[in-house]
């Protein structure tokens, strides 16, 4: 049997992504998540954080990046991966995900700096939310927006007849 490393995460960002390029010009977008786990002490249920390290490469991470500030609820399909290295002697190492789809899933925690757009995902308008993975763009639909209120609004510049804001970045 093959060894399998796949990694399903949903959490809210600790702070906002950073864009970088490597050397020979390869995006890296980087960000860190916030997973709340539910744990039982004694007779009470506490919430236990855990905090992953993401990494999104390539035109992936060019897209999404205006998206990804802090307090934003996402999704993340993808894979650990250890990075090693020697520093003063030392043998370090550190776990990250490597994202292959990335899911905008909810608007921001209140106060928290993000763009207020009551639940809205990214472009997409009405009761959609984008998915970004491998293949590029791709459209979802999202019916449970009404357990979070009302459906977002349009977005601005216009909708397209095939259902696209103007004003795409990619």
Known sequence: MPDLNHVVLIGRLTRDAELKYTANGQAVCKF??????RRKNGDQWEDEANFFDIVVWGRQGEAVIQYLVKGKLI??????????????????SKIEVVANNLQL???GLAGSGSSGNNGASAPGG???????????????RNDSY????????????GVSSDGFTDDIPF
């Not at 999704?75 to 370090?92: M, S, T």
């Not at 009761?127 to 763009?137: D, E, K, L, V």
């Open 32 to 37: 860190s998540i916030a997973v709340n786990r």
């Open 146 to 157: 009404t357990d979070r209120g009302p459906p977002p609004r349009e977005p601005a510049g």
């Open 126 to 140: 009405s009761g959609t939310a984008p998915s970004y993975g491998q293949g590029g763009y791709q459209e979802r």
């Open 75 to 92: 999704g993340v399909d993808g894979e650990l991966r250890q990075d090693r290295w020697v520093q003063d002697g030392q043998n370090r």
């Open 105 to 107: 899933l909810g608007g």
